[in-house]
């Protein structure tokens, strides 16, 4: 059974599109990242899948239950990490953990100092206290504590410093090792290409593409890129005319670069 499916996924704003039509499934023990830029449609979709929106027209469901029905049974299960975090400036990190804790019905903290301790994270102090990435390690924190079956992050490594970046990698891929499935938006697509399964590219609410990462890279190696410099200027044809090469240094194309291509305006050339 697959841990997340939407079906025609739907959000407006009055006459404005927030999403439109976006059906996507995320199978148990996969990473999944939703790529788009600022205003795609991204946190619109989170919100949405998690009951936090009501679609305009659509599905969602999540564990095989209705998002909207099923909402409390289905929050029981799930670590969310929004990109807007925050729990009042007064409040501890403890604090939070303490009420996420009492309405998930656990008795204690579960992995919540174990998780402190590996991303250097202060429980205690007013999180009005902490600055921008002492605030997202206890937003992680929140999400992890209780192992859940599904994550679903909103620009997760957002203001943290390139070492609990790769801390939160690694804890990535453990989660998947255990067969939690991972949903996140990100722009760190260096992360989203060395972490991810698949990957959803959502441009102006729709969702354009979803591919493997693996074949994303592949199909582009028509893209791939060789630098000759010369001495002298030649013309085209001369440089067909070489022979004797034995080998070159090609590059292929990152993920950022795949992404872009989604992006160019209609009509526009290759260069």
Do not use: W
Not at 46 to 53: E, H, K, M
Not at 148 to 174: C, H, K, N, Y
């Amino acid at each position: 059974m697959a841990a997340i499916e939407t079906d025609g996924l739907s959000k407006f704003y009055g006459p404005e599109r927030g999403i439109e039509d976006v059906t996507v499934s995320v199978e148990a023990g996969e990473v999944f990242a939703f790529l788009g830029p600022n205003g795609a449609g991204k946190t619109t979709t989170i919100r949405t899948l998690l009951d936090l929106l009501h679609p305009s027209a659509g599905s969602a469901r999540i564990f095989g239950l209705d998002s909207h029905r099923d909402s409390v049974a289905i929050r029981a299960r799930l670590g969310n990490l929004p990109g807007d975090f925050g729990y009042g400036k007064r409040s501890s990190g403890r604090e939070a953990l303490g009420l996420l804790a009492r309405l998930r019905g656990l008795d204690g903290l579960g992995r919540a100092e174990e998780l402190a301790r590996r991303f250097r994270a202060d429980l205690d102090r007013p999180l009005g206290q902490l600055s921008r990435g002492n605030r997202q390690k206890v937003g992680l924190i929140t999400a992890l504590f209780h192992s859940p079956e599904l994550l679903v992050l909103d620009e997760p490594t957002s203001g943290l410093d390139p070492l609990m970046q790769e801390e939160f990698l690694a804890l990535v891929r453990e989660e998947r090792e255990r067969g939690c499935a991972v949903f996140l938006s990100s722009h760190e697509l260096d992360e989203v290409e060395r972490v991810c399964d698949r990957v959803g590219i959502v441009r102006d609410g729709r969702l354009v593409a979803v591919e493997r990462v693996s074949d994303l890279l592949a199909k582009t190696i028509e893209r791939r890129r060789v630098e000759v410099e010369f001495a002298d200027p030649v013309e085209l044809s001369q440089v067909r005319e070489i022979r004797g090469v034995v080998g070159a240094e090609f590059a292929r194309p990152t993920l950022e670069e795949v992404f872009l291509t989604y992006y160019r305006d209609e009509g526009e050339g290759e260069e």
